[in-house]
């Protein structure tokens, strides 16, 4: 669980930007405005840490070099895609990423690892599918409705798929954990 905490809270300051031009997004309804705070966020968070002599990974200058790519894009051409389509460059890479076998098994509690880490792997290629099908889906989205519409489908679609899968993979993984460890058990002698 700390190492989900850990990765969580480098995903979130990745997406910090795009979270910030949603929030804006929605309470002023201004896309120059919102683009502009995520640009500026993204510029802040870079600095902040060039500032502090941290490592900047690659996931960072690439959220931020989408940020301002995209963000320049939308002030120059007056379209808001640009920054729409943010999100798909990030499920890409991040579905790639998972294509890795075996990534998820690091993140399951010990018994799982023991018991069920063939059903982690698979569910680490399912979970690069749902990113895969998630960047084909915003991409979908943001051509055909207004960056409103697209923040707020996107919102709900985001947190209903992966708390969904997180669902679905849970049960799944318990329940044939359980069986296998009866099994195991059964055969075991007296």
């Given at each position: 669980m700390k190492e989900l905490l850990h990765s969580a809270r480098y995903l979130a300051e990745d997406m910090a930007s795009t979270i910030l031009f949603l929030i804006v997004l929605q309470v002023?309804?201004?896309?120059?405005?919102?683009?502009?705070?995520?640009?500026?966020?993204?510029?802040?968070?870079?600095?902040w840490h060039l500032i502090r002599k941290e490592k900047i990974d690659a996931m960072q200058w690439l959220s931020v070099a989408l940020v301002i790519g995209g963000g320049a894009a939308t002030f120059f051409t007056n379209d808001p895609r640009?920054?729409?389509?943010?999100?798909?460059?990030?499920?890409?890479?991040?579905?790639?990423?998972?294509?890795q076998r075996g990534w998820m098994n690091r993140y399951?509690?010990?018994?799982?690892?023991?018991?069920?880490?063939?059903?982690?792997?698979?569910?680490?290629?399912?979970?690069?599918?749902?990113?895969?099908?998630?960047a084909a889906l915003n991409i979908a989205v943001?051509?055909?409705?207004?960056?409103?519409?697209?923040?707020?489908?996107?919102?709900?679609?985001?947190?209903a798929s992966v708390a969904g899968l997180f669902l679905i993979q849970f049960a799944t993984m318990r329940f044939i954990g359980r069986r296998r460890h009866a099994r195991t058990l059964e055969a075991q002698p007296a």
């Open positions: 002023s309804h201004q896309v120059p405005l919102a683009v502009g705070a995520g640009m500026a966020l993204g510029v802040v968070q870079i600095s640009f920054v729409m389509l943010k999100p798909t460059v990030i499920h890409v890479v991040v579905g790639v990423f998972m294509l399951l509690p010990e018994v799982a690892q023991e018991i069920v880490p063939d059903v982690g792997i698979v569910f680490g290629y399912i979970w690069s599918a749902m990113m895969f099908a998630s943001a051509m055909a409705v207004d960056p409103l519409t697209w923040a707020q489908i996107m919102s709900i679609y985001s947190i």
